[in-house]
């Protein structure tokens, strides 16, 4: 049996904002096996996000343990962090942050420049074949205010996945988009996971998208309320 890629024990984090704290997550344990798509959802304040931030080393616990692919995040310095969020983890966002001057292929090469990659032709040839697989190989040169909000996703989608990461981390990825188009862009997470065997962990306030995943697990107050496996998982 494969090792969790994703094992958090008694996860807390708190904020302290002068004479008031924020229980954000409160003792938090879960195990996310390679090749799940698991689908975090609850309330607004219900800690989902924050333990997305955690997942994805935007932010440092208060207590407890994260490991990552078999690594604890809490010790490594900021240099390493770095490395994991460029490498092993893959970021998907509700606003697509793509930046507005940069063409889709740009904007794709991006993390392939952080993570070292010298030689602009290998840079290009990746960001291009990572575009057309996800359905935009003709809109290469194309700006974000030239594209529609599905395509802006799938640029984001395919920066996210340019540098092959073991862990696909998508905030809300459906958030700006209409219904259709919503359904379009859960197709491409559930092939991602079905025919790559990418592990997928995705926010959403949203039960008919959570019911994409293969997993849904429900916050409330800063604690797992319930963590259920989908006998059958919603398709597009």
């Known amino acids: 049996m494969n090792a969790a890629l ?36 609850g ?6 996000s924050t333990f997305m931030h955690l997942l994805g080393c935007l932010d440092r616990p208060t207590s407890g343990e994260y490991l990552l692919d078999g690594n604890n995040v809490a010790v490594m310095d900021k240099r390493s962090l770095a490395r994991v969020r460029n490498t092993t983890i893959g970021f998907v966002f509700q606003g697509f942050n793509l930046l507005a001057r940069t063409s889709a292929l740009e904007n794709v090469e991006l993390p392939l420049m952080y993570a070292g990659v010298k030689s602009a032709r290998e840079r290009r040839a990746r960001a291009a074949a990572t575009l057309t697989a996800i359905g935009l190989g003709g809109r290469l040169g194309h700006y974000p205010n030239q594209l ?41 997470f559930q092939r991602l996971n079905r025919e790559q065997g ?6 959403t306030h949203e ?7 293969t997993r849904i697990v429900s916050f409330r107050d800063g604690r797992v309320r ?11």
Do not use: C
């Open 148 to 188: 529609s909000g599905g395509q802006q996703q799938r640029v984001a989608i395919a920066r996210a996945l340019v540098n092959n990461p073991k862990l696909l981390l998508a905030d809300e990825p459906t958030g700006n988009l209409d219904t259709q188009t919503s359904i379009e862009v859960m197709e491409i």
């Open 6 to 41: 994703i094992s958090v024990r008694a996860l807390t984090k708190t904020y302290d904002l002068g004479e008031t704290q924020v229980h954000a997550l409160r003792s938090v344990s879960l195990e996310v096996m390679p090749a799940e798509f698991v689908t975090l959802t």
């Open 207 to 213: 039960m008919d998208i959570a019911e994409y995943g």
């Open 43 to 48: 309330p607004s304040g219900s800690g989902k």
């Open 226 to 236: 319930t963590d259920q496996a989908m006998l059958e998982r919603r398709t597009a």
């Open 198 to 203: 990418l592990t997928v962990v995705l926010v």
